[in-house]
């Protein structure tokens, strides 16, 4: 006989990184489950989907609801509103690997998060893998540590790579810490180490 999931949590998960690094992308990866060639940023100012997610965890399967928010290019213009970030379960922190510019945004958008969705943790995407990197590993690792970041992956949005396996890893943790009744994740996917404060 199959085994039927639990019953399911909803989270809330939110893009956040500078314009131009394939958070849109992601979005429409997330929601198709493909790449979609041509995707833009839809007209309106917010843009959000729902997917519901079984995951195997070792007690039982369970179900899990995401709402996934793309900040629509609203970044450009420094017009993210609160109710972009009220209530978010999780923080997806996108750069480009081909950008150093985007990695050197990465700390002002980790304070935003701070200041805006302080309990939720973050988790940091590289994304464009599919292309030639031009940052080394271990700055993005070094960052991870200094910002205890609770996760870091590498992902292509065009190819596919990792996109899946990063939302599943990042679902799942948030399960399990719904189901321990802690609070926010405070142990991250990989060791870290003391962090500076944020310099807001």
């Known amino acids: 006989m199959a085994t039927v999931p639990l019953p399911g949590l909803k989270f809330k998960l939110i893009l956040l990184g500078d314009f131009g690094v394939g ?3 992601l979005f429409h990866h997330v929601r198709a489950g493909r790449f ?9 100012h917010l843009a959000i989907c729902e997917r519901t997610m079984q995951l195997s965890l070792p007690q039982a399967p369970r179900l899990a609801q995401i709402s996934l928010w793309d900040t629509a290019g609203e970044e450009r213009f420094l017009s993210l509103s609160s109710c972009y970030y009220r209530g978010t379960d999780a923080v997806l922190l996108v750069y480009s690997v081909q950008s150093q510019l985007s990695f050197d945004s990465l700390p ?3 304070c935003m998060a701070r200041q ?7 988790f940091l995407l590289g994304n464009k893998t599919d292309l030639e990197p031009c940052l080394p590993e271990d700055k993005a690792e070094k960052f991870s540590v200094e910002h205890r970041i609770a996760g870091r ?4 949005a065009k190819t596919g790579e990792n996109v ?15 189901d321990a ?3 926010r994740l405070t142990v991250p996917l990989q060791e870290a180490g003391s ?3 944020c310099a807001c």
């Open 153 to 156: 992956f590498n992902v292509s």
């Open 164 to 178: 899946d396996r990063c939302v599943q890893d990042v679902v799942r943790l948030l399960v399990l810490e719904s």
């Open 108 to 110: 002002h958008w980790v």
């Open 116 to 122: 805006h969705c302080p309990e939720a943790p973050i």
């Open 195 to 197: 962090s500076s404060p």
């Open 36 to 44: 979609l060639q041509g995707a833009h940023a839809p007209t309106e």
């Open 23 to 25: 958070k849109t992308t």
């Open 181 to 183: 009744g802690c609070g």
